[in-house]
């Protein structure tokens, strides 16, 4: 079973960037093929990023695809989610998970807000 925490999100600038991380408890990270999934207020949790287990296959929704790149870092048991271009509709809370999620595995996530 995998643990995660969330981190790096906050208030930036149309245009701008952010780089998130999940940091992974235990000793099989890197078992798993895992993911970035975010909720906006009012609507449902939606996949963003997902990447295999060695991460040399990485897949995006398409409204993230050439801004986003996910990548990780199983020496460190980390995930990352770099963040450019961002806009204001990609304010929302930001979660890592296994791909596909685990229900046990949800963190408490990281607020993303993007102003115009």
């Known amino acids: 079973q995998v643990q995660v925490v969330e981190s790096g999100g906050g208030l930036v600038q149309a245009g701008g960037s952010l780089r998130l991380s999940c940091a992974a408890s235990?000793?099989?990270?890197?078992?798993?093929?895992m993911g970035w999934f975010r909720q906006a207020p009012g609507k449902e949790r939606e996949f963003v990023a997902g990447?295999?287990?060695?991460?040399?296959?990485?897949y995006y929704s398409d409204s993230v695809k050439g801004r986003l790149t996910i990548f990780r870092d199983n020496a460190k048991n980390t995930m990352y989610l770099q963040m450019n271009s961002l806009k204001p509709e990609d304010t929302a809370v930001y979660y890592c998970?296994?791909?596909?999620?685990?229900?046990?595995?949800w963190g408490q996530g990281t607020q993303v807000t993007v102003s115009s």
């Open positions: 990447i295999n287990r060695s991460g040399s296959t990485t």
């Open positions: 998970n296994r791909d596909p999620p685990g229900d046990n595995v």
């Open positions: 235990g000793r099989t990270f890197s078992r798993y093929d």
